[in-house]
């Protein structure tokens, strides 16, 4: 089970860092990322890192401002969020599988995923 938290009402230019941990396993698979969904929109990719290697992948909206991260002693992945802006609110997921190599950013090859926790950002 994943777990994601951090979230909350912040303002535009502030920053926040979402946790994810999994409780009752270990993480399994190389990639572990986040994704989003705005209202009313799909979901999209954020971020990802490879457990292993560290490697890590960012959309663009978001490259610059996130830091992925993860504790593999802490089996715990964290996503440092600065200079957010109000298109940045959403419900913010964290996901864990086997990812092939190039394929980070696909959310069809993460098998594991978390609740969600809402980041709402105010202009």
């Known amino acids: 089970q994943l777990q994601a938290s951090g979230g909350g009402l912040v303002q535009a230019g502030d920053s926040l860092t979402l946790s994810c941990a999994a409780s009752g396993r270990t993480f399994s698979g190389d990639g572990m990322g986040w994704f989003r969904q705005a209202p009313l929109k799909e979901r999209e990719f954020v971020a990802a890192v490879r457990r292993n290697t560290g490697t890590t992948e960012y959309a663009d909206s978001v490259k610059d401002r996130f830091t992925i991260s993860r504790d593999n002693a802490k089996n715990t992945l964290y996503i440092q969020m600065n200079s957010l802006k109000p298109e940045d609110t959403a419900v913010y997921y964290c996901?864990?599988?086997?990812?092939?190599?190039?394929?980070?950013?696909?959310?069809?090859?993460?098998?594991?995923w978390g609740q969600g926790t809402l980041v709402t950002v105010s202009s």
């Open positions: 996901a864990q599988g086997a990812v092939p190599i190039g394929m980070l950013s696909r959310e069809a090859y993460y098998n594991y």
